[in-house]
């Protein structure tokens, strides 16, 4: 038997935007947010709607995607000589 790991690639994390009573109510806002960003020019945001299981609500999150980071590169530090700068005699 051969193992696979799958690794999560976990993004920035949501926001919650707003909280509403019924699934249409908060599909309504999802769609109104879109418009929104549409219109500003901000077509990376993400929207979500999810089901708040303690109280049967269903909440409105949104979320910028993930930038990547570049990495630094190192510098190497220069390796100096023992008495260097000094006149020796």
Do not use: C, Y
């Amino acid at each position: 038997m051969t193992e696979e790991t799958i690794q999560a690639v976990e993004g920035r994390p949501w926001d919650t935007d707003s909280i509403h009573d019924t699934f249409e109510a908060a599909n309504q806002a999802r769609e109104d947010l879109k418009i929104i960003w549409k219109a500003s020019g901000q077509n990376n945001m993400q929207v979500k709607v999810r089901r708040r299981n303690s109280d049967g609500r269903f909440a409105v999150k949104t979320r910028a995607p993930a930038v990547e980071k570049q990495e630094k590169k190192k510098k190497k530090q220069k390796k100096s000589t023992r008495g260097e700068g000094f006149i020796n005699g």
